[in-house]
């Protein structure tokens, strides 16, 4: 179970950390605080981002057990962003 916790706190990190950049910030933020930056982005992206990040901070913090094998389906779609952000 630590190893799944783990994974989705790399996971949430490096989505923040990702959107950080992405909105030119000048250091990396918490949840509360990217979600309303979100704004210009399309709906799908910003309903990821956000179930993404909220799903990390249950499982992190020990409110919500993995079940469904979400974290192989967020990494699959967010492989798709970045790669078409490096585009």
Known sequence: QNHIKDAY??????IRLFYSNR????KE???SD???LLGHFNN????L????LRLSDMI???????KDNKFEQIITEFSKIVRKEKI
């Open 29 to 31: 933020i918490i949840t």
């Open 60 to 66: 992190e913090f020990a409110k919500h057990i993995e």
């Open 23 to 26: 909105l030119e910030l000048e």
């Open 49 to 52: 981002v956000e179930e993404s």
């Open 44 to 47: 799908h992206e910003k309903s």
């Open 9 to 14: 706190e790399k996971l949430s990190q490096s």
């Open 34 to 36: 990217l979600l309303p």
